[in-house]
């Protein structure tokens, strides 16, 4: 009587125990559909950035070890990548499409160490976020992208720099001698457009 007795407690218990850890896989999975959920629409397709535009980029912007640069509108990553290995600086990159932040990630995989350290991807809208911890702020975005942009830009710190691959921000007037024209392997030109703040916003 007593062993029957035994035999369906623990059955209660294997019960019990079958039934939360098939609660934790369904939240699991719930988890990482809502994390594979875009928060909205991306704003544009993702084209990769030219690593002689990457490079020059981040060369115009005199990155330091010191600075701390954003991306915004990541994609594979690369920009940010290419700072904390060659400038050995904090780089984060922001994308709002999870695709692109788990190509992101695999790619920073691949990292030393102490490399992977100085990176952080995540899935974050850009028109929503704070950009006063940056001192140097990276775009590859639609013109009228980058003018949405302008009252976050407006409020990062005196000195910091901007720079946009291909496109400018109207209404706002890049450093003297830019755009500059580098040319990619295919011998495609690409400009490459700096600014520093303070911003200098044209009269209408």
């Known amino acids: 009587m007593r062993y029957a007795t035994l035999l369906r407690r623990l059955s209660c218990v294997v019960v019990v125990v079958a039934a939360a850890a098939l609660a934790c896989t369904a939240a699991d999975d719930k988890k990482k559909e809502d994390d594979d959920k875009p928060e909205r629409k991306p704003d544009i397709f993702f084209v990769p950035t030219p690593q002689v535009a990457v490079d020059k980029m981040l060369e115009v912007a005199k990155v330091t070890k010191k600075d701390i640069v954003y991306d915004l509108g990541c994609g594979d990553g690369r920009i940010v990548i290419t700072a904390a290995k060659k400038y050995k600086c904090k780089a984060y990159g922001f994308d709002i499409d999870p ?4 190509e992101c990630e695999k790619n920073k995989s691949k990292l030393d160490k102490e490399i992977q350290k100085l990176v952080t991807f995540k899935k974050q809208d ?7 911890k940056a001192t140097v702020v990276t775009l590859y975005l639609l013109p009228s992208l980058n003018v949405k942009l302008i009252p976050q830009l407006k409020k ?22 830019f755009p500059i024209t ?19 916003l044209e009269k209408e």
């Open 99 to 102: 695709v692109r932040i788990r």
């Open 182 to 200: 580098v040319k990619d392997k295919n011998g495609s030109e690409r400009k490459v457009y700096k600014w520093t703040t303070p911003l200098k």
């Open 126 to 132: 850009v028109f929503k976020l704070d950009l006063s």
């Open 156 to 177: 990062l710190k005196a000195g910091s720099r901007i720079v946009s691959h291909d496109f400018d921000m109207r209404g706002v007037t890049p450093d003297k001698g």
